[in-house]
């Protein structure tokens, strides 16, 4: 805000031409985190859902849910915002 009225720039036009980009680069982000492992998200039975492989961060955190699982192979988990 402050470099907008030095700059003398519309603070709402400035955001306006951000929001497309900074959109775009957190969907970059979410897809680098989630194919990586570390942000792995929630099960799911919808057909995009990914397995990760046996001993991944997923896998461990559903072994944690259930010990069940540590005898079952990995469900599909989907992105999420929150575990």
Not at 21 to 44: I, N, P
């Amino acid at each position: 805000m402050f470099g907008c009225r030095i700059l003398r720039i519309d603070s709402s036009a400035l955001a306006d031409a951000i929001a497309p980009s900074a959109g775009v680069a957190l969907a970059l982000v979410r897809g680098g985190c989630f194919l990586s492992g570390c942000c792995f998200g929630k099960e799911t039975t919808l057909p995009w859902g990914g397995v990760f492989p046996i001993g991944s961060p997923a896998h461990v955190h559903q072994i944690s849910k259930s010990l069940e699982m540590m005898f079952e192979s990995p469900h599909p988990v989907a992105p999420h915002s929150t575990l």
